[in-house]
């Protein structure tokens, strides 16, 4: 998702480092152009990265769930509830915000040039635990 909304990925990895931060089941470097987007576009497109990873496992396990509520993409959502703070500050109505975003991301990853690149990308992590941004180019 990062690369697709004009980001730059540096590293993606199923195996982060945990650095006595937060528990993270997966980490995603990327390197944004701030002077090609105005401060709502980066938001938006940093809510999109965040939920992506959930949304990519939604559809590559066939498992629907709500990125909220599941422990391994808590860090995921917490990444965009406070990117979308901004943008949504009533708490109720972000909540709203942020669940309609899944859906839209299934719907655009879930086609099938899309799903064809997402395999891609997941049986190259299956297989090496890392990439580097040109492999996930």
């Known amino acids: 998702m990062a690369f697709y909304v004009g980001a ?3 590293q993606v990895t199923i195996e982060p480092a945990w650095d006595d931060g937060p ?3 997966a980490d995603i470097q990327v390197r944004w152009p701030l002077r090609r987007f105005t401060p709502q576009e980066l938001l938006e497109k940093q809510i999109l990265v ?3 990873g959930p949304v990519a496992e939604m559809i590559y396990s066939g498992e629907p769930y709500h990125p909220g509520w599941v422990a391994e993409w808590s860090a995921d959502w917490q990444a965009a509830w406070e990117a979308a703070a901004p943008l949504v ?3 109720k109505q972000r ?3 942020l669940e309609a975003k899944p859906v839209q991301f299934y ?3 879930d086609q099938a040039t899309h799903w064809a ?3 891609a990308v997941v049986d190259e992590l299956l297989a090496h635990e890392t990439l580097e941004g040109e492999q996930v180019e």
């Open 117 to 119: 690149a997402l395999a």
């Open 50 to 52: 965040a939920l992506a």
């Open 89 to 91: 500050a009533e708490p």
């Open 95 to 97: 909540l709203r915000y």
């Open 23 to 25: 528990r993270r089941y």
């Open 107 to 109: 719907r655009l990853l």
């Open 8 to 10: 730059r990925v540096q």
